[in-house]
């Protein structure tokens, strides 16, 4: 039995399990429910012990139950499940982990977990050696091969002196893919597992003097987005990074921090060879100064000489021939074209002819200017295969994109 939602509304439950990152919880609730969700927190009684009722109650505007024998009236311990569109559990624990994968229904989170028809996004939090033991990894693939999306941990800062993965992701992050999931349920399969992934973000700076450069407007949060999403989807995923906003790292993403085209080019080449897919997200400048001035150039110097421009390289091309000439294995190539139409040609035959002379495998064109595509949270636009298959990209956040493109790259990708 399912109960549909009310009004436009989106009904979330947020679990919370008795771990240290409980306090994390508080703001993925605010983030959720100032982005118009209906969120009902249903903690651990250890939860509680991290972070009281009163305080989940507040922010949340519900009331905060953790056992099946409160509002019996109501069955909760089965409606709650019944009527959610989404179940994000944040943090879990190891213990919340093995009760869901075994079936226990001990208290209402887990009686939730068992009655819940929609997606259910678990993200873990724990020590290190917790994470990497046999019984958890177990659990974890028992889970996701139900369906569940049990999201990758951090790495970085743990309790105490230790450092390690465990570490939840930011909060951010968590509501993001939670979002994700409320628009397209199955956006997170598991099918990137053992495989790796380059991508490439941000805009390149070309310097024109120790304090000037040559930029452009990309924020980086599209090649973000591709290595968040590719990420929780199993992969092994390498980010160079250009110039970009102050985005967080995506958990589990290695990053590379690289400023010109040269140094993407560089590192692109250094990181692709054996990659099962490589994606050039970046926006890379096409010209360069041809000579960098030393010195600042000053209001007061005479009038400067003219800006000497000179190509930079065509890393995207450059990829696709190094594979035709079996100088690179990697499988799948993806590219994508920032375009303007104008009187004569429209943004979408702009990209077809990109495609055709830049020979990648897929092509991913966005309509760029009047707020479209860079700076901002949301895209669009079309995904083109050099099979000749074609398809719109609706309006939609950047991490939905970033599905979008998987789902086309994974059956590309060779068996293992």
């Not at 009902?40 to 953790?66: D, K, Y």
């Not at 700076?205 to 304090?211: G, H, Q």
């Not at 055709?356 to 309509?367: E, I, Q, T």
């Not at 956040?397 to 068996?415: I, M, Y």
Request: glycine share 8%; with cysteine.
């Amino acid at each position: 039995m399912t109960t549909a939602r009310t009004g436009d509304r989106s009904r979330v439950v947020l679990g919370v399990s008795g771990g240290i990152a409980a306090y994390k919880a508080c703001e993925v609730l605010r983030r959720l429910t100032e982005s118009g969700h209906e969120v009902r927190v249903v903690p651990t009684e250890a939860a509680l012990r991290f972070v009281g009722a009163a305080t989940f109650e507040a922010l949340s505007g519900q009331p905060v139950r953790t056992g099946v024998f409160a509002d019996v009236d109501q069955v909760q311990h089965v409606r709650l499940g019944q009527e959610a569109d989404l179940v994000v559990v944040a943090p879990a624990t190891a213990d919340l982990l093995a009760r869901a994968a075994h079936g226990q229904a001990d208290d209402l989170l887990t009686s939730t977990l068992l009655t819940a028809r929609c997606p259910v996004l678990m993200v873990p939090a724990m020590h290190t050696e917790m994470w990497e033991h046999p019984a958890t990894r177990d659990n974890v693939a028992l889970l996701r091969s139900r369906g569940v999306v049990v999201a990758e941990p951090d790495s970085g800062r743990l309790t105490g002196a230790d450092t390690g993965k465990g570490r939840l992701p930011d909060p951010a992050e968590i509501v993001d893919l939670a979002r994700l999931l409320l628009t397209e349920p199955k956006a997170l399969p598991f099918d990137l597992a053992g495989r790796r992934v380059v991508i490439s973000a941000g805009g390149t700076r070309e310097p024109l003097d120790p304090v000037r450069y040559l930029g452009n407007r990309s924020s980086g949060r599209q090649g973000y987005a591709l290595a968040r999403v590719a990420a929780h989807r199993g992969a092994d995923v390498t980010l160079v990074s250009a110039h970009t906003a102050d985005l967080a790292v995506p958990a589990g993403v290695r990053v590379e921090r690289v400023g010109t085209a040269e140094e993407l080019r560089s590192a692109m080449l250094a990181a692709a060879d054996g990659a099962d897919a490589v994606v050039m997200a970046a926006a890379v400048a096409d010209f360069r100064p041809e000579s960098l001035v030393q010195h600042k150039i000053k209001k007061s110097d005479r009038d400067p000489e003219p800006l000497k421009l000179t190509r930079n390289p065509d890393i995207l091309a450059e990829l696709v021939e190094a594979r035709r000439a079996g100088r690179l294995r990697v499988p799948v190539i993806v590219g994508f074209a920032a375009e303007t139409g104008d009187p004569d040609t429209t943004v979408l035959d702009y990209g077809r002819a990109k495609l055709a002379r830049k020979g990648c495998d897929l092509l991913v064109v966005n309509a760029v200017g009047d707020g479209q595509a860079f700076e901002v949270e949301d895209n669009a636009g079309w995904l083109l295969a050099a099979d000749g298959a074609e398809r719109p990209i609706p309006h939609g956040a950047k991490s939905l994109l970033a599905s979008t493109l998987w789902d086309a790259v994974s059956p590309r990708l060779e068996p293992k």
